[in-house]
Structure formats: structure tokens, C-alpha cells
């Protein structure tokens, strides 16, 4: 089955740049999510990356995308502690979403 | 645009208590999602519909767990008799078409 996997922390100082890894295993995704979490809410849509594509970027964030790899990143400039929380990496499924573990992003200021 | 809409935003009860959640999906979404998450098992699919019907329960935990979703415009996930290791946040998804799912807020289940 589809196995999504990213590690669980990562911690970073204010105004640096922060980078959010993710593997997967379904080479046939057609798309690959990024959703972000914060306290009490649910999952918030933050990009996301069509499967023939490299690269996205979208102001603060970037996303990578390897395929050969099937390696994924998110990467966040200028991080601000508004960005701490959780992210999730997804990728699609026939009808369905598979989700990482989530990595936990503290932001020290 | 209203969003996925949750209720109740927290629940505690007993064990034992039967426990409705319920769930809104934003107009015109034909695909919905159940998902618990926990700290341990992180976040876990428990069934989908597609057009107000079941595609996949094979994540459902046990005969406790049951969802219904009567029209297009609700469902409701259901336990019955609740137990102490139900505690959990409980996530209600939709999408349209093949689009990114949007989450609700989520409801807290907390079982004594």
C-alpha cells in the first residue's frame, strides 16, 4: 500500500529558512498536497504540486519535487513563529489521499 | 464560502454512551472523508463516500463505528457503545471532482 513518510520535528529560529521533507511510494500520483495544522483546527490546503512538475512556488513557500526520488520538500523562507505548527505531506490516490505522519515545525524567536 | 462544517466541536461523555458526529460538506463537494486522528496512530482514514455512498470502510475499527450519509449535505459518524480508546479528534473532509479534500475543525471526542 502507499506509504508516506516524513520525520516528526524540526525546529528552526525565527527569520531563517525552514525545509519540510517527505518520501513516498506511489509513483502514480498525480498530485501532492502540503497542509498545515495549527492548535485545535483542522487541516488547512497550503500547495500543492501537479506530478509532472518540479517545482511551485507560491510567496514564503516552495516545493520541490522529485520523482525519480519520489521525494517531496516544502520550503518556507523567512520563517515566522505564525508558521509553527503541524505539516502534513499527502499524496492522491485513485479516490483517496494518503498522509505522512505530519512534521512538527517549532519556530524559536 | 462556509467551509466543512463540524458538530459538536467538543464532546466528553461516558463510556458505554452512545456518540453522534456530524458533518456538513461544503455545496456542491460529492466526496466525503472520515478521519481520526490520535498521537499514536496519527491521522487515519475511516470511510469515504462518493455520491452519498460508502466506497471504502475498510478503515472502520469495529461494528461500534458506523456512518450514514443520508443526502448531500450531511453525515454523521456514529458510536455505539463508546469506549475510552474512541478518544480522539475526529475530521471530516469533502472535495469536489478530483480537487484537494478540505478539512472541518474537527470534533473532540473525549470518553471517560
Known amino acids: 500500500g502507499e506509504d508516506v513518510e516524513q520525520s516528526l520535528f524540526l525546529s528552526v529560529r525565527e527569520g531563517d529558512s525552514s525545509v519540510i521533507n517527505c518520501t513516498y511510494t506511489?509513483?502514480?500520483?498525480?498530485?501532492l498536497y502540503w497542509y498545515k495544522q495549527e492548535p485545535g483546527a483542522g487541516l488547512q490546503l497550503l500547495t500543492y504540486?501537479?506530478?509532472?512538475?518540479d517545482m511551485k512556488q507560491d510567496q514564503r513557500l516552495t516545493v520541490l519535487l522529485n520523482k525519480k526520488d519520489k521525494h517531496l520538500s516544502l520550503r518556507i523562507a523567512d520563517t515566522q513563529t505564525g508558521d509553527s505548527a503541524i505539516y502534513f505531506c499527502?499524496?492522491?490516490?485513485?479516490?483517496?489521499?494518503?498522509f505522512g505522519t505530519g512534521t512538527r515545525l517549532t519556530v524559536i524567536p | 464560502d462556509a467551509g466543512v462544517i463540524q458538530s459538536p466541536r467538543h464532546e466528553v461523555t461516558e463510556m458505554g454512551q452512545e456518540v453522534t458526529l456530524r458533518c456538513k460538506p461544503i455545496?456542491?463537494?460529492?466526496?466525503l472523508f472520515w478521519y481520526r486522528q490520535t498521537m499514536m496512530r496519527g491521522l487515519e482514514l475511516l470511510i469515504y463516500?462518493?455520491?452519498?455512498?460508502?466506497?471504502?470502510d475498510s478503515g472502520m475499527p469495529e461494528d461500534r463505528f458506523s456512518a450514514k450519509m443520508p443526502n448531500a449535505s450531511f453525515s454523521t459518524l456514529k458510536i455505539q457503545p463508546s469506549e475510552p480508546r474512541d478518544s480522539a479528534v475526529y475530521f471530516c473532509?469533502?472535495?469536489?471532482?478530483?480537487?484537494?479534500?478540505?478539512f472541518g475543525d474537527g470534533t473532540r471526542l473525549s470518553i471517560l
Open positions: 506511489d509513483s502514480s500520483s498525480t498530485y
Open positions: 504540486i501537479f506530478s509532472n512538475m
Open positions: 499527502a499524496e492522491s490516490g485513485a479516490n483517496n489521499l494518503f
Open positions: 463516500f462518493n455520491n452519498n455512498v460508502p466506497i471504502d
Open positions: 455545496s456542491g463537494h460529492n466526496s
Open positions: 473532509a469533502t472535495t469536489g471532482g478530483s480537487g484537494p479534500q478540505h
